[in-house]
């Protein structure tokens, strides 16, 4: 009799909770994964995305795709109901890589009544400067730059305000060094011991990477860093650099800088001969599609562009991974007939931002109301922000003192090739191309090592 | 071998680079000091007409299908304004003229249209579009402020600039582009550069010359040797010159110094390209690129404001030792301190440059 009211309650329960999942929710997020359902109905409210950055200056070549992102996005985002409900606008304006404007329309977004809930921005330089003032009008800053001083201060002691969707440049040095230590003689197959020379934009950006810290971790790994070299993004030539550095030893060029200036070291290199004697590295943003388009301006003596084969890392699933999440990029691309030049990191990075504001917005409403929306709330969701947007793209582990993303593959940067092993040639606005993509080198992904000074993996 | 603690072909690779990559430096120069010679103004909008005139030669040697019909309308418009604003050949009649636009526009057209030759294609194309910018520029933002004072013009050529990166950002966008202008084709259709020459075994190494730049070099050189015979032999470089010596003087002997202007920007505009063209042929076509003119300012003033041949060894020093300074102590002081402490040591010396005119003005 028991068994018979049990077996009865169970079959009630169950058949509520299919009633309950089939029966359309007025507060679900539609084309939406892995998102947090709303509690509060906010149709026919707005909430503005505020954001600006460098979409004319030195960074316009990943600004831009990142800014269709923004645009494809919500558009996509609104049509599937929006942020529970409401619309969400953007506000973006261009800095053309100046300081001085970046300083002046920070001036104006502070002014805006209500503040903005929070920013996205696009560069270091531009975290460097703003870091004190949004901690000062309690404005979260999201972006896609991992300086340690704009999300830690000088001295790396004060996680601020602003959060990062990749690691810091130097603990992906670190995590690069890492696994070259151990891949040199076995995946690699070279000889002797991997050193490293540094050639990257001058800047901010560029010289994030070469600090004592990540010199010793690497020193460590087995990996000696023999110096650094410094050019500027209108460089003609950079065989003098190259030549200093492998005059010192490096087998290993690692890079922190764009599109031109990794295509630049790759072109160098190969006319330097060196393409087989040095490997050439960088984080993030040289596995980029930008650098795999300009690379094959100039070819190896294998008929491959020169910049086949760079290894670097990849904070995020890349395009041609089948998940959910790429394949509803991949479709929203091809909708808003986006170029082959827009198909990269920034364009991912742009629409995987907007999903993200639209979670971290959400989850504050969950908790505090629309009516008790702010910055600082907004900052309290963000210091315990697990999530994974686009259904895993990307991977956010923000704690109260963690601020930037630390999940990384390496990868490579190479191109498509059809059954029988070669190039796939595809014609682009009357030009052939080769199709750059990126390939994970070490299939899962790991933490990155800590290296802001007084980071938990720093060598004492 | 060593030269002063460096291996001797190191430095031998800088010296030479840095003369290559000074060819480009001379040839932006170039077209800074012809605007200067022809109305005293400094244009600080140089970077942003190499900008537009690179992305000009791309856009017709990317084979784009509406380029062609866009540069015949183009190709139209400048040959008119050139035959009856200008009126140059001035001493042909209006029949004259008349024919030689029909007969010049039927050919250029004929260039444009084909396809096989994207090359001269571009060649033709950005000619024309890099002298119809300069013309306009002249004739909407210079030639209204004539009479005005030289400061405000100055400021005027700033706002172009920021004018033109506009009109670059809307047309075309900000996306990196390779041009190889310097290759071949390969098997698999891909452009290919030419190889580099290799020179093997010298001081311990092997030097490394690289084509692009060679060829970029010579073309520069004969770009000055051009200008040099044109500014010495014709009427219109003559006229030129006398209208930069003195503009009331030269509008006073009968000659048409607002034509005069026009041309001098038509031509700054075309050695923009050419320079622009040539320099993202060795790297590539990037936004940065009005950033380069800045970094050829030291080039125009170490030479002498108002001196071609100046430009050209500006060019050169600065290349050299940008190059050089790299080699011995490393790019940051290469590139960003060791040409100004060049330049400012020349003009502790000479303050008007090397080849600049030294005036005496009486008080």
Known sequence: ??????????????????????????????????????????????????????????????????????????????????????????????????????????????????????????????????????????????????????????????????????????????????????????????????????????????????????????????????????????????????????????????????????????????????????????????????????????????????????????????????????????????????????????????????????????????????????????????????????????????????????????????????????????????????????????????TVPDLKPGGADVVK | MDILGQPGFAVLQGLITGILTGGIYALIALGIVIINKASGVFNFAHGYMMLLGALIFWTFFQNQQLAPIVAFALSGGLLTILSVGVRYPATWTRGGRVAFIAVAWGVIGFILLQTDNLFLRAVVGTAIGAALMGLVIERLAIRPLISQPLFTTVMMTLVVGEVLLGVTQLTWGSVDRSLPIFATTNALGLPQAYPPIRIRNVLGGTVVIKTELLIAFGIALAAFVGFVLFFRYTRLGLAMRATAENTDLAQAVGLRVRAVLAVAWAIAGILAALAAALHASSTSLSITMPALALRVFPAVLLGGLESIGGALVGGLVIGIAEKLGTVYFGSSAGEQLIPFVVLMIILVVRPSGLFGEERIERV
């Open chain 1, 1 to 446: 009799m028991v068994s018979k009211r049990f077996f009865v309650f169970l079959l009630v329960m169950a058949l509520a909770l299919v009633a309950f999942n089939a029966a359309p929710s007025a507060l679900a997020q539609g084309g939406m994964m892995g998102r947090t359902e709303c509690k509060e109905d906010l149709t026919g409210k707005t909430i503005t995305l505020h954001t600006f950055g460098d979409l004319s200056g030195p960074f316009a070549p990943i600004t831009q795709p990142l800014a269709a992102g923004f645009a494809d996005a919500l558009k996509y985002y609104n049509e599937q109901g929006g942020l529970c409900g409401a619309t969400i606008t953007l506000q973006q304006d261009d800095t053309a890589g100046r300081q001085e404007q970046t300083q002046s329309l920070y001036q104006r977004y502070r002014a805006f009544d209500p503040k903005p809930l929070m920013l996205l921005l696009y560069s270091s330089a531009d975290a460097e400067l703003l870091r004190e003032q949004v901690a000062e009008d309690q404005i979260p800053v999201f972006l896609f730059a991992g300086s340690t001083i704009g999300l830690y201060g000088e001295n790396a002691d004060k996680p601020g305000w602003i959060f990062a969707g990749i690691p810091l440049y130097t603990d992906q040095f670190g995590a690069f060094c890492r696994w070259l230590g151990k891949a040199w003689t076995t995946e690699l197959g070279r000889e002797g011991t991997p050193k490293v020379g540094h050639l990257s934009w001058e800047g901010a950006f560029g010289r994030s990477t070469e600090t004592p810290e990540t010199t010793a971790y690497c020193a460590a790994q087995g990996v000696e860093v023999v110096g650094g070299e410094y050019f500027l993004p209108t460089a003609t030539d950079v065989t003098a650099q190259i030549n200093n550095l492998v005059n010192k030893g490096a087998n290993v060029l690692f890079t922190t800088s764009l599109a031109s200036g990794t295509a630049l070291i790759a072109r160098d290199l190969v006319t330097l001969g060196l393409e087989d004697e040095v490997l050439l590295s960088g984080v993030n943003w040289a596995l980029d599609t930008s650098v795999g388009l300009l690379g094959q301006a100039t070819l190896k003596p294998s008929g491959l562009p020169s910049t086949d084969n760079i290894y670097g890392i990849l904070p995020y699933l890349w395009w041609d991974e089948p998940t959910e999440g790429t394949k509803l990029v991949q479709e929203q691309f091809a909708a808003n007939q986006r170029p082959l030049t827009a198909r990269g990191i920034s364009y991912l990075a742009g629409f995987g931002a907007v999903d993200t504001y639209i979670e971290l917005i959400t989850r504050t409403v969950n908790r505090v109301g629309f009516e008790n929306l702010s910055g600082a709330e907004v900052k309290k969701t963000f210091e315990e922000f697990q999530y994974e947007s686009l259904g895993g793209v990307f991977k956010y582990n923000f704690s109260p003192t963690v601020r930037a993303q630390d999940q990384v593959r390496i990868a490579r940067l190479t191109y498509a090739r059809g059954a029988d092993g070669n190039p796939i040639v595809v014609e682009v606005g009357g030009r052939k191309l080769l199709v750059p993509v990126v390939l994970p080198v070490t299939p899962e992904f790991e």
